[in-house]
C-alpha cells in the first residue's frame, strides 16, 4: 500500500478532528473509506500525529487490542457531534453521547499520553471552545477542520488538495459545457 499519514491528512487544526477525518467521504457510503480498518494505520497515524497535528501533543501510544472499539467509538461521536454543531444544530443528545464516549476512554487511560486520552482531550477542549465560526466543513471533501488562519478565511481543508481540486473540476464541467455535443 502506498498510503501515506501526510501533512494533508492533518488539516483538521485539532487532533480529534484530525482523528475524525480518518474515515475518507464519510457521508458517501458507497465510496467511504476507514482509515484506520487496518488497526496497523493506529501506530502509523499515531507516529505522523506527533509530527503533524496542528494541536501540541505529548508522545501517543496507540491503543491496545480491548480499547480500540472504545476509541473508534469515540472518533464516530466527535464527528456527528461536531458536524451537526457546524450545519446549526447544538444537539444536547450528541453532545452528551460525546460526553459519554470520552468519558469511557479517559476511564479506561493506562498511559496519560495515550492517543486515545489525547483524543478525548483534544474533543472536550473543541466543544467547550466558544463558537467563533472557526469550525467549518470543507465543502469538497466533506472533512471538518478548526480555521485556525488570522482573519477566519479558510475554505478549504486543505486549499492546494481540495481547493485545486474543486477549481479544476469546474474548468473541466465549463470546457465539457462549452464543447461540441
Ligand atoms: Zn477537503
Known amino acids: 500500500m502506498d498510503f501515506k499519514w501526510t501533512a494533508h491528512r492533518f488539516s483538521g487544526g485539532t487532533l480529534a478532528l484530525d482523528v ?9 457510503a458507497d465510496r467511504s473509506i476507514d482509515r484506520f480498518a487496518e488497526p496497523e494505520q493506529l501506530d ?10 496542528a494541536e501540541p501533543l505529548p508522545a501517543l501510544v496507540p491503543p491496545t487490542v480491548q480499547d480500540r472499539a472504545s476509541f473508534l467509538a469515540l ?14 444544530m447544538d444537539d444536547p443528545v450528541l453532545l452528551a453521547d460525546l460526553l459519554d464516549t470520552a468519558a ?3 476511564r479506561a487511560a493506562h498511559d496519560e499520553s495515550g492517543l486515545a486520552t489525547s483524543t478525548a482531550r483534544s474533543a472536550l477542549r473543541l466543544a467547550t471552545r466558544p463558537d467563533d ?7 469538497n471533501c466533506g472533512w471538518l477542520f478548526l480555521d485556525r488562519s488570522k482573519n477566519k478565511s479558510r475554505m478549504w481543508c486543505d486549499m492546494t488538495v481540495c481547493g485545486n481540486r ?9 470546457t ?4 461540441p455535443r
Open 176 to 179: 465539457k459545457d462549452e464543447g
Open 133 to 139: 465560526g472557526r469550525l467549518k466543513i470543507c465543502p
Open 75 to 88: 472518533r464516530e461521536a466527535i464527528d456527528r457531534y461536531f458536524r451537526r454543531r457546524i450545519e446549526g
Open 20 to 28: 475524525a477525518n480518518s474515515v475518507i467521504l464519510r457521508t458517501a
Open 104 to 106: 469511557r476512554v479517559l
Open 44 to 53: 502509523a497515524f499515531a507516529a505522523a500525529a506527533m509530527r503533524l497535528c
Open 166 to 174: 474543486r477549481k479544476a473540476s469546474r474548468h473541466y464541467r465549463r
